[in-house]
């Protein structure tokens, strides 16, 4: 009976951790395998990937392709070919993304091939350009995996060991946007775990050191320095550290001339990540080809936040400013195209929103693609871009172009059918503190506009400290002064509603209610009158806490309303009791009292007399910084405490 009994116990708890684990399982998400084929040393991959959702109103979907051949060498074609040059085995990794699909990328299974067949001379499959690069297979997505390749070639006529450096993270975004899953290296190189370099130089014996923070020091030879790189490696560190938090570095050894390397980061994005989709994030690597040397190169990539991968996007770097400091600040923005039609576009027009409070005039194109010139005002048949304006709208239009289809035959990198106008400009002269919103419409030459997404900028609260006195009026309260100074706080130049909380110190003395007794006595001098009078005066330091909403009408009037508490701190009531006769006559004082006695007594108390109300309030003078005076009525829910209060403020 025991063991029956036992074996219902592990029939449940199995089924019950069957039904655990299936619950995690994402039946979901699509999968994309990987085929490949050989041709003597020719081995062509082909993707299997699964049918799409097509977004409904949007061009035509499709996937765009991103292969690691485990070799350090990778593609963005669809079914790119690859010819080895040592036989083994090689890990091959593969993502697709889905543009104008509904739902999230396929997920893939690396597949190893061997490799008997080689080409002692092939050629990679993508060279560089330029002697640093970073590339990506698509844009963050929040709970989404991205990898970033960063490529670098030796520049120089020797071979050289030096150090590579990429920083994420940056600090001013409270979460981390990327969590550092693996970093792949194929050339030998080894991470490094400190990154706090020194350099130093001794020109007379010719010979430079180097040192990490693990105090490895190692004796190196000089060589001459190219004076058109960066030199100052320590300001850069420090730039870099201020604006990032988060860095991988990497050593290499032993590159020859002219020799490119690839090395592979697959980053997931957190479900912090910035939830603003028109934001612009960036990525830092530094290149310094030679440990000889401070001399480096820097390069930034930076990239949309997106929920969806539409290539036809408007971002900012500036979601969110702190608006003490933008006067003479340039926000940046980023439109991205692409053209999704079976023929190439020579003309794409960009009607870009701009918000009244940046000034047009100043607006200066950073960046663009395709790479063209800047149009004079006389028309030219050559390739530009052209920039005009109307009372809302920056209009950029490229002229004279070839921008390939994604449907057109024979383009087999998407990439190359995409296109981005960058642009600064500054604020104007008078702008109040408001979230703007700015879009764009695309057209690709007669067709309809494409609409892009909006690009949001919006400002810190901040924070204004204000000081602040005035005199207390109690219209109830007899001899009454009540003089006040304190503190207040509230959200730096708010442009209409904000809040504001302060702490008055009040200093309030008053005379309480004077009570009078008056009784007739026998006495064996005859009848007399004895009048007893009792007064309270009080001298008091009082805290007031008002928290209120308040309102600028414009740049000079606000309006204010709110709840405020008092508590007297320190309260010292002093009563006085005089005791005065006078002699009767028919129960009234036939002359004037004579005073029998004088006496009073203290008593202190701390911490009493709460009491709460509700204010009102106008201010006139500078609204929202600067000085101004103010009238505020407060309304007491204790009898005899509602009073006037006027003030001068002044913000900063």
């Not at 109830?476 to 959200?491: C, M, Q, R």
Request: proline share 4%; aromatic share 12%.
């Amino acid at each position: 009976m025991k063991n029956i009994t036992f074996l219902f116990i592990l029939i449940f708890i199995s089924q019950n951790a069957l039904s655990q684990d299936s619950q995690v399982v994402d039946t979901t998400r699509r999968v994309a395998k990987i085929t490949y084929s050989k041709d003597g040393s020719n081995v062509k991959f082909t993707p299997k990937t699964p049918p799409l959702t097509q977004i409904a109103g949007a061009p035509t979907a499709f996937y765009k392709h991103f292969w690691e051949l485990g070799d350090g060498d990778y593609s963005k074609e669809e079914t790119p070919t690859k010819q080895y040059k040592k036989e083994g085995e090689y890990e091959v990794k593969y993502w697709a993304t889905n543009v104008y699909d509904n739902g999230k990328p396929p997920t893939s299974r690396p597949k190893k091939i061997k490799v008997d067949n080689v080409n002692d001379s092939a050629e990679a499959s993508v060279s560089m350009v330029d002697d640093l690069s970073l590339v990506r297979n698509r844009e963050p997505m929040p709970n989404e995996e991205m990898v970033v390749v960063m490529s670098y070639k030796n520049y120089k006529d020797y071979a050289t060991s030096g150090t590579l450096h990429l920083y994420f993270n940056e600090q001013k975004y409270k979460a981390d946007n990327f969590e550092l899953a693996d970093t792949r290296l194929y050339n030998n190189e080894r991470q490094i775990e400190s990154e706090d370099l020194v350099f130093t130089h001794d020109v007379d014996d010719e010979r430079s050191f180097y040192a990490s923070s693990k105090s490895e020091i190692n004796l190196l030879r000089a060589r001459f320095k190219d004076s058109t790189e960066k030199e100052d490696l320590e300001l850069t560190l420090m730039e870099t550290k201020a604006t990032y938090k988060k860095s991988s570095t990497i050593a290499f050894e032993d590159m020859k001339p002219n020799e490119e390397r690839n090395i592979f980061y697959t980053f997931k994005t957190t479900p912090e990540m910035l939830k603003d989709t028109s934001a612009i994030i960036s990525v830092r690597s530094i290149y310094i080809p030679d440990n000889n040397y401070k001399t480096h190169k820097v390069k930034d990539m930076e990239m949309e936040i997106v929920t969806s991968h539409d290539p036809n996007k408007m971002s900012s770097n500036s979601t969110f400013l702190n608006y003490r400091l933008v006067r003479f600040k340039r926000p940046k923005f980023k439109i991205r195209f692409q053209n999704n039609g079976e023929g190439p576009a020579s003309t794409i027009r960009l009607e870009t929103d701009i918000p009244d409070m940046f000034d047009k005039s100043t607006i200066r194109v950073e960046d663009m693609y395709p790479k063209v010139k800047i149009c004079p005002k006389t028309e030219v048949n050559y390739s530009c871009l052209d920039t005009t304006y109307t009372d809302k709208q920056a209009i950029f239009t490229f002229k004279n172009i070839y921008l390939p289809g994604s449907e057109q035959k024979n383009v087999k990198d998407y990439d190359s059918t995409q296109g981005f106008v960058k642009y600064s400009l500054k604020f104007g002269k008078d702008f109040h503190k408001q979230k703007t919103k700015s879009k764009t419409a695309i057209i690709f030459d007669k067709n309809e506009p494409i609409i892009t997404n909006y690009s949001t900028t919006r400002f810190l609260p901040g924070i204004s400290i204000g000081a602040k006195s005035g005199y207390n009026s109690f219209s109830n309260l007899e001899d009454s002064k009540s003089y006040f100074v304190g503190a207040t706080i509230s959200p730096y130049k708010s442009y209409k509603w904000y809040w504001q909380v302060e702490l008055l110190n009040s200093f309030h003395n008053f005379t309480g209610n004077t009570n009078i007794q008056v009784r007739e006595e026998d006495t064996a001098a005859g009848l007399i009158l004895e009048r007893t009078t009792t007064t309270t005066a009080f001298e008091n330091i009082d805290w007031e806490l008002p928290v209120l909403a308040r309102y600028n009408i414009n740049n000079y009037i606000g309006l204010g309303a709110g709840l405020q508490g008092m508590i007297s701190l320190n309260e010292k009531s002093t009563e006085s009791v005089t005791i005065e006769q006078a002699e009767s006559i028919n129960s009234t004082a036939s002359g004037p009292y004579s005073t029998i006695s004088n006496t009073s007594s203290n008593t202190k108390k701390t911490f009493t007399n709460f009491r709460t109300g509700f204010l009102i309030e106008a201010t006139a003078g500078f609204a929202r910084i600067g000085p101004s005076v103010g009238a505020r009525y407060v309304l007491n829910f204790k009898e005899n405490y509602n009073y006037m209060q006027f003030y001068a403020i002044w913000k900063f």
